[in-house]
């Protein structure tokens, strides 16, 4: 069973601060993406990644950046969280794409900045 | 014209009801189609696949019409439990795992 976990499942943060949100996966995934969730926005992505090292950028990643050091780790950083960031974060994974393009869905983390 | 675009409801049934979900893309040499269900402040979760042949689990069948660009999900004698929000799914540009979601329809399955 594939399994996604995120560092916090609430996280509350002040303006300013640097913001570290980590997620692993335990499945040997190529692919690890980030996303955002809002009310009558749906899912966004910020960034994603296909290896080791490698980024890409999605559809909203400004005000974000990714480190992926190791396969199995893929960290997301608001350099310095704003009001405008307060929102759900899922981390998803996925085998290498030509497979099965299914991602698998950590638990969110709900990150309050005030 | 948003990529994936999906009525966001709320559908309001009874249980034993039969409810259906459609849900339109725009980018037609897309491949991929899945439904996830999402519960209230949980994540999304794979419900089924969608194949060009249509496919059925349970009481669920989801069906591709290629040519009209649009995917729907049929579930039939509804619970309770079927309670949640349903997100349509495409494959996104290129060979990159990327996916592209609608913004989901809520589901309300009432005694």
């Known amino acids: 069973d594939v399994k996604v976990t995120q560092s916090s499942r609430y996280l509350v943060k002040r303006t300013g601060e640097k913001v570290f949100l980590e997620c692993v996966q335990d499945?040997?995934?190529?692919?690890m993406f980030w996303y955002r969730q809002d009310p009558g926005l749906g899912l966004r992505l910020i960034y994603f990644?296909?290896?080791?090292?490698?980024?890409e950028k999605g559809d909203i990643p400004e005000g974000y950046s990714v480190s992926r050091e190791k396969k199995e780790r893929f960290s997301l950083i608001l350099e310095s969280a704003s009001t405008n960031q307060t929102s759900m974060y899922l981390c998803?994974?996925?085998?290498?794409?030509?497979?099965?393009?299914?991602?698998?869905f950590g638990p969110g983390t709900r990150l309050t900045v005030l | 014209r948003k990529e994936v675009e999906q009525d966001p409801g709320p559908f309001n049934v009874p249980e034993g009801a039969t409810v259906a979900f459609n849900c339109t893309y725009s980018?037609?040499?897309?491949?991929?189609f899945f439904w996830y269900r999402q519960d209230c402040r949980k994540e999304p979760k794979l419900l089924m696949s969608?194949?060009?042949s249509g496919n059925e689990d349970g009481r669920f069948t989801a069906q591709l019409n290629r040519a009209s660009q649009y995917i729907s999900l049929l579930i039939r004698d509804s619970k309770l439990s079927d309670s949640a929000t349903y997100l349509c799914?495409?494959?996104?540009?290129?060979?990159?795992?990327?996916?592209?979601f609608g913004q989901g329809t809520t589901l309300q399955v009432k005694p």
């Open positions: 799914v495409v494959n996104g540009l290129g060979n990159t795992g990327k996916l592209i």
């Open positions: 998803a994974s996925s085998p290498p794409s030509g497979s099965t393009d299914t991602q698998y």
């Open positions: 969608v194949y060009s």
């Open positions: 980018n037609s040499a897309s491949q991929s």
């Open positions: 990644s296909y290896d080791v090292k490698m980024k």
């Open positions: 499945m040997d995934h190529e692919n």
